[in-house]
């Protein structure tokens, strides 16, 4: 079972790294759902001993771009490949809110070599298990969802069937709202194996300043947040491997 957490600054990564998650999902500003990381950033985290993704978001908001952010995207591709990072998370919708497979495509050639995360767009497409599908036949690794719900604990019943449909042919990773208190609930009900979780708190002290950052004030990565998560994660899988199958769910 492999906790994955996402980070915006390099102390963060490296906090999540010491509380024992097993991938970074590596991003700029997480206040914002998190976007494209600088090639800097890329570069300090491809040093760490765990394997490190850079999400590819060039802006805030939903996710149809121009032919203008796609080269940016492409560019970003390119500049997380050459920093050493080990895989990207992408994701695009169509003007009918489908996703875009065509630009996908293109997208993934250009990460040829590297892992390949899909991200919470298939929570905001009409219909996530066709598009769960197309994220097979592109040769995706994994998708990142919520279950096209607030959070994955309320989205808990579609993620499962997303877990049915995939059938071992790729990975469906809950994502959204998940702590130590509820992680288990999810794990149980899902049969995952991997876990997304951004295990932050807010900055003791850090004022609140609207021009430098969320009026709500920033957050950091708790490297205590991750340990708590690693555990409760392990415990559940723990427990879950020794279930019988006719008790499960």
Request: charged share 20%.
């Given at each position: 079972?492999?906790l ?11 906090a999540?790294?010491r ?20 090639l ?5 985290a ?51 809110n ?5 630009l996908?495509?293109?997208l ?35 998708v ?19 877990v ?10 809950p ?10 609930e ?25 021009d ?22 392990q ?5 879950w ?9």
């Amino acid at each position: 079972m492999l906790l994955e957490v996402c980070v915006d600054t390099i102390e963060g990564a490296k906090a999540a790294v010491r509380g024992g998650a097993g991938r970074i999902e590596l991003c700029s500003a997480l206040s914002e759902g998190g976007l494209t990381p600088s090639l800097g950033l890329m570069k300090a985290a491809a040093d760490l001993p765990v394997p490190c993704f850079a999400l590819i978001r060039p802006r805030g908001g939903m996710f149809h771009f121009s032919t203008d952010e796609e080269q940016i995207m492409l560019s970003d591709i390119e500049a997380s490949k050459s920093a050493g990072l080990a895989g990207v998370v992408l994701g695009a919708q169509g003007r009918d809110n489908n996703l875009d497979t065509a630009l996908l495509a293109r997208l993934s050639e250009r990460a040829n070599g590297m892992d390949r995360t899909l991200h919470r767009v298939i929570d905001v497409v009409p219909d996530p298990l066709e598009s769960l599908d197309i994220a097979i036949d592109l040769a995706f690794d994994r998708v990142l969802t919520s279950g096209a719900a607030p959070s994955a604990q309320v989205g808990v019943q579609l993620i499962a069937k997303m877990v049915n449909r995939a059938n071992g042919r790729i990975s469906i990773m809950p994502g959204c709202g998940l702590n130590p208190a509820n992680v288990c609930e999810v794990i149980a009900a899902t049969d995952v194996t991997e876990i997304h979780a951004s295990c932050s708190i807010v900055a003791p002290g850090d004022p609140a300043f609207s021009d430098f950052g969320p009026a709500s004030g920033s957050k950091i990565t708790s490297e205590t947040a991750v340990r708590d998560m690693v555990a409760a994660i392990q415990r559940t899988a723990k427990n879950w491997r020794s279930c019988p199958v006719e008790e499960r769910h």
